[in-house]
């Protein structure tokens, strides 16, 4: 079992960076792929970012490429997700997500390969 609390979100003024951090408990960090994703009011649930077991790989969603960046540091057993640029658009809860299989490199955006999710926190950015 693994158990995924996220902190960090808030209210942010267009062109605001806030910092997400995911800390994650009950299994060894290391072994499992992690990822972001977010979730608009009326809007379907969508990927935002993924990095590989060793940290070594990276994906992200194409709207927030050169804005974003995911990080882990699994001494502390965490995931980041640095937002910069803000946009209002990018208003949405946001929840991370660990994946148990793949090999050391791999991610994926598909929110069906993980396998265990946080509760979320809450990002608004104002106009």
């Known amino acids: 079992q693994v158990q995924l609390v996220e902190s960090g979100g808030g209210l942010v003024q267009a062109g605001g960076s806030l910092r997400l951090s995911c800390a994650a408990s009950?299994?060894?960090?290391?072994?499992?792929?992690m990822g972001w994703f977010r979730q608009a009011p009326g809007k379907e649930r969508e990927f935002v970012a993924a990095?590989?077991?060793?940290?070594?790989?990276?994906y992200y969603k194409d709207s927030v490429k050169g804005r974003f960046t995911i990080s882990r540091d699994n001494a502390k057993n965490t995931v980041y997700l640095q937002m910069n640029s803000l946009k209002p658009e990018d208003t949405a809860v946001y929840c991370c997500a660990a994946r148990l299989f793949g090999n050391a490199e791999s991610v994926t955006s598909r929110a069906s390969d993980y396998n265990y999710w946080g509760q979320g926190t809450q990002v608004t950015v104002s106009p």
């Open positions: 990095i590989s077991r060793s940290g070594g790989s990276t």
């Open positions: 009950g299994r060894t960090f290391g072994t499992y792929g």
